[in-house]
RNA sequence: CGGGAUGUAGCGCAGUCUGGUAGCGCACACGGCUGGGGGUCGUGUGGUCGGAGGUUCGAAUCCUCUCAUCCCGACCA
């Protein structure tokens, strides 16, 4: 391709709106434009990009048996309401009716479509097991897009569903998902990690989540480098303790004044006793009303892992108001004894003696509290947040690190939660009908460009790894005017290409200066510098993007060592 | 959905406090001098100042409403 007549329209500055590296960088680069919030268009040098990806996943979906195939992205609202998530899934799942008045969304993933064919089309454990998978524009009405095309609402996925007959089966082709996921991004040169994770609202027992480590991400996972045990904070387990439920405390229940003490810190300092002698009660609420949870003063409360112990549909901390106006309890002085709702706590609190709660009462606390005495806790586990430097829980030598990571791809075993709901059901060989065991596998395409461009840029742009790289090479001449320069790259350019390298020729106008700017800024990994003076000597100039080495080498020999340099690239 | 901010030329911004009929840089078009790391000189094009209403002789500027976008939080494969 001709630079000048490629719609590349590179900026000098970074646009206002715009915060992280992949965004300004990618916008600069002229491969994105935002159309509204979240939504935006991509430019020829952003789908080039976003087509590499794609290829790569189809690659590694293929291989893997995926068959291709491609759903609406329209669908009835009927189907939703099948699988329950019409009511559940919430304002994230963009509604509409046609002219006939029937109900329609936009698809923000598309289980029930799939479900639907399946149910529809098989029917014997012979035509069992099948995966399907599809690279298709989802839309999900984010309260609070960001980032670019990292967090938008309408955005390119690549969503894949396997059909089984048992749960070994799923279990096999989930496994080889996970590596096919693997060689997914580590094709698309990202540095990432696999953590276990909660499964959302797409429901289901088990499901893993593929991180790419960014100090941008909006995730956080945890990681022992010793063991390699991996999770989202989400559902990082903590190392019980010592943990055995306190006898009778040697201290009795006492009320104590404390005036304007209401964080734990305050009451801490006030009583002058370390933080994890306070136990801290945090009110809540389910489907079912209002419940209690209880950690150590020194840990904070995890709601996803309260949420799975109490097994709840939903679970939303209350309002300060709420608990003012309507329950009557002082906000700061909220404690478990004699409190008549449900009350789950932390492990951690079974190994406490004689410690501060609040007292349900204004300005004051209870001290000398005791589990077994003075608390009716419903269930005991895990509901803290883990912390930076806490024991790993799978082995013994390693010790929790946190880091920020973005959450480019997510598999899950769902079970039989949709083919139960809508009915796709299999006869074995004995015609006995069951439904079948089904697991879903999501790849953010968009996201993965974007995660690429987080981990690889400088201040001068994108770095791109080769796999991702809009064009291998550039051929820049210093002078496109100069009929020697011009001819000599565009015999370059000519055979590059018919080497089968993707090569891009600059042949704009402007001075040098700009056209190696504007290849730094959209990170083609070779470049090549074609100027009057080194020609002469019979020499043209190769630049390594990423590390902006340069060095002279014969031409026209050198045409032939391209594609190894490139390589290493 | 709570808190905060911003909307002025394609992009980045000044002007708003103190009302007087719109400006800078980049980009773009044409021409000159240039030509190895965003060069230089000149001449141009382009804006109903997010929208609606109001106050005023007069509104980018003051008031009211509204829309959009971004940030923090909550939420979220």
Redesign the pocket.
């Known amino acids: 391709m001709y630079f000048s007549k490629l719609l590349i ?12 590296a992949s ?1 300004k960088l990618m916008v ?1 680069a002229g491969m994105i434009r ?6 935006y268009s991509i430019l020829p040098l952003g789908l080039r990009v976003l087509k590499k990806v794609e290829a790569i996943i189809r690659e590694e979906m293929d291989q893997v048996g995926g068959q291709e195939v491609f759903l609406p992205s329209i669908q009835p609202a009927e189907l939703w309401q099948e699988s329950k998530r019409w009511d559940f899934y ?1 304002k ?1 799942l963009l509604r509409f009716k046609d002219r006939h008045d029937r109900e329609f969304c936009y698809g ?2 598309h289980e029930e479509v799939i479900t639907d064919i399946i149910r529809k089309d098989v029917k014997s454990y012979r035509q069992l097991p099948l995966i399907l998978y599809q690279i298709q524009t ?1 839309f ?1 009405d ?6 670019g095309i990292m ?1 938008g609402r309408e ?1 390119m ?1 690549k969503d894949a569903y396997s059909f089984h007959t048992d749960e070994a089966d799923t279990q096999k082709t989930y496994a080889q998902m996970a590596k096919a996921y693997a060689n997914v991004f580590t094709r698309c040169g990202l540095e990432f990690k696999q953590v276990q ?6 429901g289901g027992s088990f ?1 893993h ?2 991180a790419v480590l960014a100090d941008s991400g ?2 956080e996972i945890a990681f022992c480098e010793a063991c390699g045990y991996a999770s989202n904070m989400e559902l990082a387990e903590s190392r019980p303790g010592s943990a055995s439920i306190s006898t009778n405390g040697t201290e009795d229940r006492k009320e104590i004044h404390t005036p304007g003490k209401k964080s734990v810190e305050e009451v801490a300092e006030f009583l002058k006793l370390p933080r994890e002698q306070i136990v801290k009660t945090i009110l809540l609420e389910n489907e079912n009303g209002l419940v209690a949870g209880l950690v150590r003063g020194d840990h904070e409360i995890n ?2 892992k309260m949420k799975n112990l109490i097994g709840c549909e ?1 679970l ?2 209350v309002a300060e108001k709420t608990i003012d106006q309507q329950l009557g309890l002082p906000c700061g002085y909220i404690g478990p004894v004699e409190l008549n709702i449900p009350i789950y706590a932390d492990q951690e609190i079974t190994a406490l003696k004689n410690f501060v709660t609040g007292a349900n009462k204004a300005d004051t606390h209870f001290i000398g509290v005791q589990v077994k005495r003075d608390l009716k806790v419903s269930k005991f586990g895990d509901l803290r947040r883990i912390l930076a430097g806490d024991p790993c829980p799978k082995c013994d030598e390693g010790k929790y690190q946190v880091k920020r990571g973005i ?4 598999i ?1 075993i769902l079970g039989t939660k949709y083919s139960e709901a809508m009915k796709a059901v299999y006869s074995d060989n004995n015609g006995k009908e069951s439904p079948m065991i089904m697991g879903c596998y ?6 993965t460009a974007a995660a690429s461009v987080e981990q690889n840029h400088d201040e001068k ?1 994108i770095v791109w790894p080769r796999n991702l790289a809009p064009f291998e090479v550039i051929v ?1 001449p ?5 009929d020697d ?1 011009k001819n000599t790259c565009e015999s370059i350019y000519t055979q590059l290409k018919e080497m089968g390298v993707e090569v891009i020729l600059d042949d704009r ?13 959209i990170g083609i990994p070779l ?1 090549i ?8 000597e019979g ?3 190769i ?1 390594i993007r990423k590390t ?1 080495e ?1 060095q ?1 080498h014969p031409y026209p020999q050198i045409v032939n060592d391209i594609p190894n340099i490139l390589k290493d690239l």
């Not at 210093?478 to 100069?482: A, D, E, L, S, T």
């Not at 510098?529 to 002469?536: D, F, Y």
């Open positions: 329209p590179t900026l000098k500055e970074s646009p206002a709106d715009a915060e992280v965004h600069r935002q159309l509204a919030a979240g939504i919430g994230e923000p993933t989802k999900r984010e309260v609070r897009p960001r980032f967090r955005f996925m994770a909660d499964s959302g609202t797409i499901s989540e593929f909006e995730d709601l996803i939903w939303l901390p959450e480019v791809g997510h899950f999501g790849i953010g395409v968009g996201r742009g820049i210093v002078n496109f005017k100069n320069l106008q402007d001075r040098l200066g700009g056209k190696l700017k504007d290849a730094d800024l470049q510098i074609v100027g009057p003076k080194n020609l002469e020499k043209v100039e630049k902006q340069s002279l």
